[in-house]
């Protein structure tokens, strides 16, 4: 295929991106901060801060300058939702409004409550592609099997940023629900909290999977609330990434969970560990109130993790709401 791509974002996903789509394009800018991790990629052909093992295709460039874009026809941001917006403003000067833009991050703005594919629209148009599922960065990159969910306002923009992604291993589905797509991925999150929360308790299964059932209920109920298809919930963005991201000891927001459970209390900023999930929890709690929806399971974890309730108490509260 005769086209150029670029990836925001030099990071576990951007990179695997990157590597997947290797054989589908001419060219892919991998966008990164770090100027020495641009020249480690450029002079070695290995992300040796994330991939130190794995060589990338030769058609893979780094560059630290955003102006070395302007000549790509779709553009993935594979950058956590609190990077999104600044990005955007810098990229609006560099960039016409032609480009098909994709987020790949499961985050929401808060106080002002916007998914990452409203700040796009913000900036450029409504017409972006949104990418969800059950996919870990690392499986994607060794070329392991893999499906995802892309989404958009305009199918033509799907269909191309499939044809780009496609490989006999990465399957990718088109599905006609540019909302649910995007808070499947916010609520994934928390849900895959209170789970650890629960495991780090060492809460028994019976009441963890239980849990779980009514976190995937409640998903349903918020995701239909904000004009979503309860269908999508069913999709592998909804009840596939809800399942790997609540029950793998990967997730990052399942092992902040844990943390929390076990009252351990991780120092992101000291870390530079980035929890999605974490960021999320007062945005979702606010959608809730502001659409009048009962979720206990977002109550439980904005209880252990925003007002730090002991989570033995919060669990309690939690399980006399169970019939």
Request: net charge negative.
């Amino acid at each position: 295929m005769t086209l150029n791509v670029g990836i925001i974002g030099a990071g576990s996903l951007g990179t695997a991106i990157s590597q997947t789509i290797r054989e589908n394009v001419d060219q892919i800018l991998l966008h990164a901060r770090n100027q020495d991790l641009c020249d480690d990629i450029n002079t070695t052909g290995y992300n040796t801060q994330y991939y130190p093992n794995q060589k990338l295709n030769e058609n893979i460039k780094a560059t630290t300058d955003l102006n070395d874009l302007k000549q790509c026809e779709i553009i993935f941001l594979a950058i956590p939702s609190s990077a999104f917006r600044e990005t955007l403003k810098n990229l609006k000067e560099v960039i016409s409004n032609d480009v098909i833009l994709v987020t790949t991050a499961k985050g929401i703005e808060y106080p002002s409550l916007k998914t990452m594919g409203d700040l796009i629209s913000e900036y450029f148009d409504e017409n972006y592609v949104a990418l969800s599922g059950p996919n870990f960065a690392s499986e994607i990159m060794i070329n392991q099997p893999t499906v995802t969910n892309i989404s958009s306002r305009k199918r033509e923009n799907s269909l191309k940023v499939k044809e780009v992604l496609s490989t006999k291993q990465f399957k990718v589905k088109i599905i006609d629900d540019i909302k649910g797509i995007e808070l499947c991925g916010v609520l994934k999150n928390i849900n895959a909290i209170a789970n650890g929360i629960c495991e780090g308790m060492n809460i028994n299964e019976n009441a963890r999977y239980s849990i779980l059932t009514k976190s995937f209920k409640d998903t349903i109920k918020i995701i239909e609330a904000i004009g979503g298809n309860c269908d999508t919930v069913h999709e592998y963005c909804g009840f596939g990434d809800l399942i790997l991201t609540s029950t793998s000891s990967e997730s990052r927001n399942h092992t902040l969970g844990i943390l929390y459970g076990q009252r351990l209390i991780i120092d992101e900023a000291a870390s530079g560990i980035v929890f999605e999930g974490k960021n999320s929890i007062k945005a979702i709690k606010d959608i809730c109130t502001k659409y009048d929806i009962n979720s206990d399971t977002v109550d439980f974890v904005y209880d252990v993790i925003i007002k730090r309730t002991n989570p033995i108490k919060a669990f309690n509260m939690l399980w006399d709401k169970f019939e």
